[in-house]
């Protein structure tokens, strides 16, 4: 199983990032995905998950409004976009695969916004 | 929102020490909680699934147990690549929440 994520990068406060991350060696289309977030120096956070066929989609509080999933099965691919980005938001962004019996996240992306 | 509370925050062992770390869950959960472990500069590993469900490949000395609001994770003989940080996390319900983790370093 791989899943690599991409897209991250050094962003003004206020711009857009869209992540991505490509999923290998498993049936991508029948499980559901997660971003979880790690700020520099501090513990873990969920962020979000979208449902396997992307019909439901779940957001924390700190992100509604501004960060988007997505999904394309056909590409295998997950997708995390963020608008509006704030300083809050920097952190190493990790895509993951947490089903009942089976677990696996990527390396991770850093995403630090600073003007 | 469920909180989950861990503890404790940090604690120092030795080689072969019995570990146990607790999480407790602000309303009551099932046994839905994983336990995870990382490693400075590393993806978190899950080492427990469905509260007391060894996740494959997993070294048996790690066991967890617990179900509704109260949840441990027990490391039975400690060996050095155990020193990391670990947490709990509980997917009942949304927003999914991770407890605060416990450091474990060596004594």
């Known amino acids: 199983v791989q899943l690599v994520e991409s897209g991250g990068g050094v962003v003004q406060p206020g711009r857009s990032l869209r992540l991505s991350c490509a999923a290998s060696e498993f049936s991508f289309s029948i499980y559901d995905m997660h971003w979880v977030r790690q700020a520099p120096g501090k513990g873990l956070e969920w962020v979000t998950t979208i449902s396997y066929d992307g019909s439901d989609k779940y957001y924390v509080d700190s992100v509604k409004g501004r960060f988007t999933i997505s999904r394309d099965n056909s590409k295998n691919t997950l997708y995390l976009q963020m608008n509006s980005l704030r300083a809050e938001d920097t952190a190493v962004y990790y895509c993951?695969?947490?089903?009942?019996?089976?677990?696996?996240w990527g390396q991770g992306t850093l995403v630090t916004v600073s003007s | 929102d469920i909180q989950m509370t861990q503890s404790p925050s940090s604690l120092s062992a030795s080689v072969g020490d019995r570990v146990t770390i607790t999480c407790r869950a602000s309303?009551?959960?099932?046994?839905?909680l994983g336990w995870y472990q990382q490693k400075p500069g590393k993806a978190p590993k899950r080492l427990i699934y469905?509260?007391?469900s060894l996740q494959s490949g997993v070294p048996s000395r790690f066991s967890g147990s617990g179900s509704g609001t109260e949840f441990t994770l027990t490391i039975s003989s400690l060996q050095p690549e155990d020193f990391a940080i670990y947490y709990c996390l509980q997917h009942n319900s949304y927003p999914w929440t991770f407890g605060q983790g416990t450091k474990v370093e060596i004594k």
């Open positions: 993951a695969r947490d089903a009942y019996s089976t677990s696996d």
């Open positions: 469905a509260a007391s």
């Open positions: 309303q009551g959960i099932r046994n839905d």
